[in-house]
């Protein structure tokens, strides 16, 4: 059994998806397993629908196994969103190589932009008011190798390089040059899941041929459920009501929030009435949108500066199907950590595991209030991992 991971948020599950796990096949994977972000994102935003149908689909769409990457990791900075994922994938024993979509696919350019990372001080940068991306760049160009530089333009593969980088030689990897444009463009049957997401939004159809069959029957079906597509501003009074009870020390026990950041977020909330608005004040040249976007989504989900840094304390299993089974009887030889699939296993975790999930489940019930129609609570109690037959079952 040779296993590969990937690292996801299938938001939703694409062609583009499809063709990075048939190529992982294609280079010698026998089984595929993914780490998936759950409710919130590394961008900062809710998924446009929720998990469960979103590891279906993936399943439906030829991965076996679907983990769920812990919320604290999910809406975070590139590293610790790389190092909660690929640290989860390693717990479990069995996952022989790393497996991902890059922008420029070359897998050795990629390990050298990792390298840099680990052996040049990015602080350096940050420290002048540098955005983490051109920090890196600027660290890039500081170490001589040109090859490199482009490498942090792309969210990509600057995403990549912190995968090899937290992988530390644990497992082997493989680099699927991207067949989309991050930003959004498409080619032939592949788009970028961000032109999917806008389309979704715009009730344009035309996304339908650049997913697989499988995953536009959950879209299509979720949609007339009212829980797709989900926004955070489906509960911008919300989420507003959360900013407005905070003060700047509140803000500076965020992830992420340091500098003063604080105090430019507490102002930009007084004196904007629509989290655009915030967002917009708050953004500079220092300050990324997907970074005030994250600030905004932590305080939404109560996830304080220092949950971040814990190390994974579980292995949660949203689906999987008859290989998926095959790689989890594996785990429960090999996994460092407690493996989870019901609702029952919460009771077993330490407290350090029961805070961590905690953050989890609350995301999910949050996440039901920015889906078109309102989503009850108690989903992860009552959802336990779905196994997926070869008709779809």
Do not use: W
């Not at 610790?80 to 024993?93: E, H």
Request: charged fraction near 25%; charge should be positive.
């Amino acid at each position: 059994m040779v296993t590969a991971g990937i690292v996801s948020e299938f938001d939703p599950f694409h062609n583009g998806h499809k063709y990075l796990v048939e190529k992982t096949r294609e280079n010698g994977a026998t089984h595929v397993m993914t780490v998936m972000s759950g409710s919130f994102l590394q961008r900062g935003e809710c998924a446009v629908l929720g998990k469960y149908p979103r590891a279906k689909a993936a399943v439906l769409g030829g991965v076996d196994l679907v983990l769920e990457l812990p919320q604290i990791y999910a809406c975070s900075s590139a590293q610790r969103f790389a190092s909660g994922a690929v640290n989860t994938l390693a717990a479990c024993g069995c996952v022989d190589r790393l497996s991902f979509g890059s922008e420029c696919g070359d897998k050795n350019a990629l390990m050298r932009a990792a390298d840099t990372l680990s052996r040049l001080d990015v602080s350096e940068y940050t420290s002048q008011g540098f955005s983490y991306p051109r920090a890196a760049q600027a660290a890039a160009e500081k170490s001589g190798d040109a090859d490199i530089v482009p490498i942090f333009s792309s969210p990509n593969d600057t995403l990549a390089a912190e995968y090899i980088r937290a992988a530390k030689g644990r497992l082997n990897i493989f680099a699927v040059k991207r067949t989309a444009p991050h930003n959004g463009g498409s080619e032939g049957v592949f788009i970028s899941a961000m032109a999917i997401r806008r389309m979704m939004m715009q009730n344009d159809n035309t996304y339908l041929k650049y997913i697989p069959e499988s995953t536009a029957d959950i879209i299509l079906q979720e949609t007339k459920n009212g829980g797709c597509p989900a926004a955070l501003e489906n509960n911008e009074r919300g989420v507003l009501t959360v900013l407005r009870r905070m003060t700047a020390e509140d803000f500076a026990k965020l992830p992420d929030v340091s500098e003063g950041l604080e105090n430019r977020i507490t102002r930009a909330v007084r004196e904007n009435d629509t989290l655009e608005g915030i967002i917009s004040a708050v953004k500079c040249k220092r300050y990324t949108r997907a970074r005030i976007c994250r600030v905004i989504a932590c305080a939404y989900l109560g996830i304080t500066a220092e949950m971040p840094d814990m190390p994974p304390q579980y292995i949660r299993v949203l689906a999987f199907n008859d290989k998926g089974a095959e790689v989890l009887k594996a785990m429960k030889k090999t996994a460092r950590l407690p493996i989870l699939t019901v609702a029952r296993d919460f009771g077993r975790l330490n407290d350090s595991a029961a805070k961590m999930l905690a953050a989890d489940i609350r995301a999910t019930e949050l996440f039901g209030l920015c889906t078109p129609t309102l989503q009850g609570c108690g989903t992860d109690h009552y959802t336990g991992a779905i196994y997926i037959d070869k008709q779809g079952g």
